[in-house]
Each structure stands twice: as C-alpha cells, then as structure tokens.
C-alpha cells in the first residue's frame, strides 16, 4: 500500500518530533568548535566537581566514598559504553545532554566516565587533602582556563592551550589552595602559601599535560601525583 501526502499529514507531529531533534541535536553537537567556550559543559562540570568536593570533605570519608563511586559512577560508565553500542540510545543521550557534549563523544567515551574513573582513582590511592585539591583543580582550575582562554587566548602554549588561560588558571588555583590551606587544613600563614603557589603550579601543569586521555581523567590523577611527591619532600600535613 503507497503512503499518501496526506497520510504523512496525517501522522501526529510527536512521532515525528524525536528524529528531528536528534538531528537537530547532533548538527548542533558537530558545528561546536572546540575553540569556544563551551559554558554550558564547564557549568556542568564546575557544579558536578563542586557536590563532590562538597560531600568528601565535610559529609562522607574514604570508604564511602569508593562506595558511592562504584555503586553510582560504575553503572553511569557501564550505559556509556552501551549507548556507543546501541544507536537508539544514543540518540538518548544525545536528546537529554547535547547541550554539553563535544562532537568526539558522539562515538566515544563521554568526559562523565572519565570523570568518574579520574575520581575513584584520587580517592582509591591517595590521602584526603590530595584528593580535595585534586578535585577543585578540576572543577575551578581546568573551567577557568578554557573559558579565559578561549576567549581572551592570545600567546599559544600547547596545541590550544594558551598564556592567558594557564594563568588564570594559576590565580585561581593560587588562592583556592591557600584558602584551603588555612581554613580546611589548619596550616600557618607561610605553609599555606607555600602550597598555594606548588599547588597553582601543579594545576597548570596537569592542564597543560598533552596526552589523549580525556582531561576528565588526567587531571586530578595528574595534579594528585604532583602533589603527593611535593608532600613527601616538605611534609605540611
């Protein structure tokens, strides 16, 4: 039997609503340019690393934490990797989080997996204060830093990384750290500057650190290391 024009007509609008806004999801998805600031996904990312900071530090210890990670974060990284291999999933996704993802998560791992292994990681190896800064270097330092830079980015560094972000990325690091460092640690005026100014660095260097891990990832376990072998020469804690 032929489909008439007028059966198409005929045909309720709301059937036909989702493929449309899937493709009008992805051409959105694959026109965004990497080279500008993407606020919508470092305001998600910010808030996201802001509740887990928020909860490890004053709500939950250790164990708990792993806990959650692993009972919340693994299933979220499990439906990851089965929308990449079911279309209709995908498109899912794509419906409900276009606004935040970047055109590589089309086919590949979204940065939320990356997130959640970069955390379960930091908080499985090393102590708590690491593990704090580590977090709010990824949700302050690395959002900072591509939004400055993407707009104000004049001097390149590293393939897009530039002057003007890393140094943004340096202050506020800076002054999170030694807030950190006086009022949550309980350190002297001289060690929390001290740390500020290592810990500045150290989010700037695993901003700036070329790999092809998601940064999701190789932040907090970067800036965790850096800080680890920092505190085993000048023990502040």
Known sequence: MKLLFSDVLAIPSSLMRPTATVKMARLEVLNRHRSLPHIERKFYHFMMGMLCFSLYAFFIEKQTAILL????????????????????????????????????????????SFFVLGLLTVVAIFPKPIVLLSVLYLAIGDPIAAVIGSLYGRHKLIGRKSVEGALANWISCTLVTFSMGLGYFGLSADKAFLLAFVGGLTSVFAELLPTPIDDNFTIPVASALFLSLFILIFPLF
């Open 69 to 112: 990670l692993t009972l919340i974060g693994g299933p979220l990284v499990v439906l990851d990797f089965l929308r990449l291999k079911n279309p209709e999933m995908n498109d899912v996704v794509l419906r409900l989080f276009g606004k935040i993802m970047r055109r590589e998560e089309l086919r590949s791992f979204s940065g939320n």
